[in-house]
């Protein structure tokens, strides 16, 4: 079935540090990869996403890279900031079995350290 | 935030009892979605709704059920056959991903505490 993992599933790093948060899915027809941020109490909104037909997209201070032969897409996330610090969730969707089916990684909660 | 709205916040339930947790969405979005949110779990799909009166099984939907009577409201039970049912429910609503936007909108969520 399909599948995402997620690593790691916690990071700590320093303020203006970068952070770099990893994916593998399982369905390599799935053709759309969303990243989702959680602040504390809060409700998971989308931070970026990206299409199976580009391999990298970039905004302001983040930006997350796919690689399709090896069913890896990663968030790299430069200049830290306190702000920075919650659990970034990443998904994929778009499989075989069913298009809408939006399957999400177990989470990776960042801190940063001040 | 607004636009998609789930109530209550808070819900407490006696073990065996049966509860409906509301989801509500006035963005004209054709897919809704239930998930359940346990530490160090992540967000795991519960039903998945791509029009009205068609839903679809995710991962743990046993002891779930689900309704898509209006474009606007997909609710889901909790059922006295769910094995664990304490956790945090989110419910998500998107644009048809196949023609436009791919994201997910949420709601903020339900807590259930069944004891």
Redesign the interface.
Known sequence: ?ENVE?HP?TLSVQEGDSAVIKCTYSDSASN?F?W?KQELGK????II?IRSNVGEKKDQRIAVTLNKTAKHFSLHITETQPEDSAVY?C?A??FKT??????????TSLSVIP | ?GGITQSPKYLFRKEGQNVTLSCEQNLNHD?M?W?RQDP??????IY?S?IVNDF?K??IAEGYSVSREKKESFPLTVTSAQKNPTAFY?CASSQD??RKS???Y????TRLTVT
């Open positions: 079935g997620q599933s759309y969303p989702y409700r998971p909104q989308l996403d969730f998904a969707s778009g069913s298009y809408d089916k939006v399957i999400f990684g177990p989470g | 935030d897919a979605y998930y160090g779990q992540g967000l795991r799909l998945y791509q679809q995710g991962d989110l991903p196949r791919y994201e997910q949420f709601g903020p969520g």
